[in-house]
């Protein structure tokens, strides 16, 4: 690398797009102008998503890395930030997905399913019966199953906003798609989960047509 001076950390310095025509033209240390550009805003993002601080600086630096590497394909269709912020988002919910044995498919902004058959948790500080814990062990296999057989763009909709906890705009950016997509996306896949479990006779039917929450 070149002795190139550091540029101050308020300066606005060059366009994006001109730094990437210089790093292509083998300025390397261009870079950094990104770098000390967006890292806080990659920082801040990674550490809302997978919620660890090490973590979070792991997949910031990994980002960077990545970007660096492969910014001979960045086509310039969308602004750098867009696409190395879809980078920095996949990269956390990578990072997340490898903790995932650990969590439980949770519904925040629908009604509670209603487990059939009393198969609802015990209370705090109650020590849950085996039979209730088998039934709600029953309704987690049900429901895995249920989200595997949903189309491919619905199940990883639903998997980013139900799981991984984003809201409507990060999944967008991430998966490139309109917000208006991610809501019908969510509101198709939440339908054919209840609809699976009602079938499977694990959850109580809706008590109104249509009523699965639709998205927000």
């Known amino acids: 690398m070149g002795g190139a001076a550091q540029p101050p950390a308020d300066s606005p310095g060059p366009s994006d797009a001109e730094v990437v025509k210089r790093v292509r033209a083998g300025d390397r240390e261009a870079f950094g102008w990104l770098v000390r550009r967006y890292q806080g805003r990659a920082y ?17 630096q990994e980002s960077f890395l990545k970007a660096y590497r492969s910014l001979d394909r960045f086509e310039g269709r969308s602004g750098f930030y867009t696409w190395f912020y879809r980078m920095v988002m996949n990269l956390c919910i990578d990072t997340r997905r490898r903790d995932r044995s650990e969590r439980q498919v949770e519904f925040e902004e629908e009604r509670p399913l209603e487990v059939a058959r009393g198969a609802a948790g015990a ?16 309704l987690r296999a049900h429901l895995s199953r249920a989200i595997d057989q949903l189309p491919a763009d619905a199940r990883r909709t639903l998997e ?5 906890g984003l809201d409507y705009a ?9 917000k208006g997509t991610v809501m ?3 509101y198709y896949a939440r339908r054919r ?19 699965v929450g639709g998205a927000r």
Not at 44 to 60: I, P, S, T
Not at 123 to 138: H, M, T
Not at 160 to 164: K, M
């Open 44 to 60: 801040r993002l990674a550490l809302r998503v997978v919620r660890d601080e090490e973590q979070a600086r792991d997949v910031v």
């Open 123 to 138: 209370g705090p500080g109650d020590s849950p019966e085996p039979a209730a814990a088998l039934e709600r062990a029953e």
């Open 160 to 164: 980013l906003r139900e799981i991984d």
């Open 170 to 178: 990060e999944i967008a950016r991430c998966l490139g798609i309109p």
């Open 184 to 186: 019908s996306r969510l």
């Open 193 to 211: 989960l209840r609809a699976a479990l009602t079938l499977a006779g694990v959850v109580e039917p809706a008590p109104g047509a249509g009523e």
